[in-house]
């Protein structure tokens, strides 16, 4: 029989050399700096692909930063501080216009969810004349998309109200409590915390734009180009992400909860909703056409003159058809 010396040495020699191992994954892992500009329901993906291992599983070492500001994280993309980012296309087709060499290669939400909600005094759309309008961007995707709901109204900017960038939500809701603004966009998984604090939600972006690309994989093409199989395995493990949030729901409104802050309550409502209406994404594609509407709806001020450039200008999917291949994802399109 060993005696409890052998046995504690054999004990501890094991969990040395797990330990070692460990170590040796963590030291071979590729770091991947990936930028978000605040926690939302439809990072849900990401928090899967870091929570539950799928970036591990290939190697990598995913670091996510909160970048509160559409137009700082693409600088930051631009200049290397961050390899990918996820967010709505919108200011990436804005620095390809100016010259960077970005590229959009998948996405995860196929679907802008978007309210327009407002300080309790204003009730409709019509009573925003005349009033300042809190933003997360000028030249965010939400903001173009707040535009056009104001236009429908036949609101102008600059002659019926003004824009003011405040960065994310909780700074904007926080202005919002004050009625220091009017109004201001927010993503759907918010809806419910605004309701609490009493803010009306005056408008839905579907029922005006029902089909827009929103959140999408945004790199540097240079670096793409560089690091191929990186991005692929990136792309690979995002997929799997993509697939555990549709297979896993229960698990995921937990998730939600935990990495977003938002109550279980809600998340468990945002994260059916979001599942049911394809707000999320199952396959990494690209919804060309609510591209292309994006593409028309930037138009006006971004481009001289028509026709306006089509998708393909802005996107590269040959990474993420490689992945989808390897993960065993067949799309037609």
Partial sequence: MKSKTALGWGRFLLVMASVAVHCAVAAAADRLVI????????????????????????????????????????????????????????????????????????????????SLVSCPKYKTIPELKGTTIGVVSLVSGSTIFLRE?????????????????????TQRLASLKTCAISATMILGGDVYTAREMGFPEIARLQDYVPDLQFHSFIVDSRWAEANSQLVIRYL???????????????????????????????????????????????????????????????????????PYPPPDKYLDMTYLRRAQQDVGISVSR
Avoid at 149 to 169: A, E, F, V, W
Avoid at 252 to 280: C, E, F, M, P, S
């Fill in 35 to 114: 930028g978000n500009v605040s926690r939302t329901l439809e990072q849900l993906p990401n928090y899967a692909a870091s929570d539950k291992g799928f970036f591990t599983e290939e190697g990598i070492a995913g670091e996510v930063v909160l970048i509160g500001s559409t137009d700082t994280l693409i600088q930051a993309l631009i200049s290397g501080n961050v390899q990918v980012a996820i967010v709505d296309p919108s200011p990436a087709i804005n620095a390809i216009e100016r010259g960077a060499s970005l590229k959009i290669i998948g996405g995860t939400v196929p679907r802008a969810a978007y």
């Fill in 149 to 169: 709901i104001l236009k429908s109204h036949g609101l102008q900017p600059t002659r019926d109200y003004n824009m003011i960038q405040l960065g994310p939500t």
């Fill in 236 to 306: 690979r493990a995002m997929l799997r992400a993509m697939q555990w949030v549709h297979t896993h729901k229960d698990e995921a409104v937990q998730l939600a909860a935990k990495r977003t802050g938002i109550a279980l309550k809600y998340t468990r409502i945002g994260v059916n909703d979001y599942l049911a209406r394809g707000i999320y994404s199952s396959d990494g594609s690209v919804n060309r056409d609510g591209f292309q509407r994006l593409i028309d709806l930037m138009g006006e001020s971004l481009f001289k003159q028509r």
